[in-house]
């Protein structure tokens, strides 16, 4: 899916120094992300843990740009987050990340291949083209059979596959996902892991997630741990 040039030098995904994250309430600060630096190669797996309230999801947040750091740098396959404008994070969003959440923010009443093809189609693509490309995507995760089943007649682990579908429909570079098996049994867990991997492995997709579950933590090719709003380890 990828026309990128092959590269014998690995490139960098993820680079972020000395970021600093505060919520305020009124006058009291609530630190949240305290100095925290470290790097990421392309086409990596990379598993995030920590206590709850540890920042976690702050920090997916930010790579997301949903919410900004209040200092340091972070770029991501060269989009320098810290100091854009609205227009190039839309731009951001649109082309380099995929995000994938927990309770799968699909649209309720809306097939699995209109749920993939709608934000291609939004961003101005045709609805042919749009189709097309969704139908390829929910291929890739296994679910052509359900797509025209709307989530509610879907298992969880298949409306995730169907988020997944939809991260990946336009071709991003990272995949963001925060505890995307987090509502999920066993046995869907251990797929949608697979599909993650099959992202990096076949179609060059880094992919960044943070999970609860030990097992999935220590999977994948770097494992991160945050603890009161800094990292661990590498
Ligand atoms: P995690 O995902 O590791 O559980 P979060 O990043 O969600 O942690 O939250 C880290 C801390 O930041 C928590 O103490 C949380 O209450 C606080 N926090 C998160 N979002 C906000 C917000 N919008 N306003 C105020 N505090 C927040
Ligand atoms: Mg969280």
């Given at each position: 899916m990828s026309n990128e040039k092959k590269e014998s030098v690995s490139k960098s995904a993820i680079q972020i120094q000395h970021v600093n994250k505060t919520f305020y309430q009124g006058e009291v600060a609530f630190p949240v992300l305290n100095d925290v630096s470290f790097e990421i190669e392309e086409k990596k797996l990379v598993t995030l843990m920590g206590p709850s309230g540890s920042g976690k999801s702050t920090l997916l947040n930010i790579l997301s740009a949903i919410e900004s750091a209040n200092s340091g740098q972070i770029t991501v396959f060269g989009n320098k987050l810290?100091?854009?404008?609205?227009?190039?994070?839309?731009?951001?969003r649109r082309k380099t990340i995929g995000i994938v959440?927990?309770?799968?923010h699909l649209f309720p009443y809306l097939s699995a291949i209109d749920n993939v093809s709608l934000p291609l189609y939004l961003s101005g693509i045709s609805k042919s083209v749009a189709e097309a490309k969704a139908k390829e995507a929910l291929s890739l995760v296994g679910l052509s059979h359900r797509k025209d089943f709307t989530p509610k007649e879907m298992s969880g682990g298949e409306k995730q596959r169907?988020?997944?579908?939809?991260?990946?429909?336009?071709?991003?570079?990272?995949?963001?996902?925060?505890?995307?098996?987090?509502?999920?049994?066993?046995?869907?867990?251990?797929?949608?892991?697979?599909?993650?991997?099959?992202?990096?492995?076949?179609?060059?997709?880094?992919?960044?997630?943070?999970?609860?579950?030990e097992q999935i933590g220590e999977s994948g090719d770097i494992n991160l741990r945050m603890l009161d709003g800094k990292i661990q380890n590498k």
């Amino acid at each position: 899916m990828s026309n990128e040039k092959k590269e014998s030098v690995s490139k960098s995904a993820i680079q972020i120094q000395h970021v600093n994250k505060t919520f305020y309430q009124g006058e009291v600060a609530f630190p949240v992300l305290n100095d925290v630096s470290f790097e990421i190669e392309e086409k990596k797996l990379v598993t995030l843990m920590g206590p709850s309230g540890s920042g976690k999801s702050t920090l997916l947040n930010i790579l997301s740009a949903i919410e900004s750091a209040n200092s340091g740098q972070i770029t991501v396959f060269g989009n320098k987050l810290f100091g854009a404008n609205e227009k190039e994070l839309t731009i951001y969003r649109r082309k380099t990340i995929g995000i994938v959440f927990q309770f799968f923010h699909l649209f309720p009443y809306l097939s699995a291949i209109d749920n993939v093809s709608l934000p291609l189609y939004l961003s101005g693509i045709s609805k042919s083209v749009a189709e097309a490309k969704a139908k390829e995507a929910l291929s890739l995760v296994g679910l052509s059979h359900r797509k025209d089943f709307t989530p509610k007649e879907m298992s969880g682990g298949e409306k995730q596959r169907v988020s997944i579908a939809r991260a990946i429909v336009h071709q991003p570079k990272l995949i963001l996902a925060d505890e995307p098996t987090g509502n999920l049994d066993s046995g869907s867990s251990e797929m949608i892991m697979k599909l993650f991997n099959r992202c990096v492995k076949e179609l060059g997709i880094s992919v960044f997630l943070v999970t609860h579950n030990e097992q999935i933590g220590e999977s994948g090719d770097i494992n991160l741990r945050m603890l009161d709003g800094k990292i661990q380890n590498k």
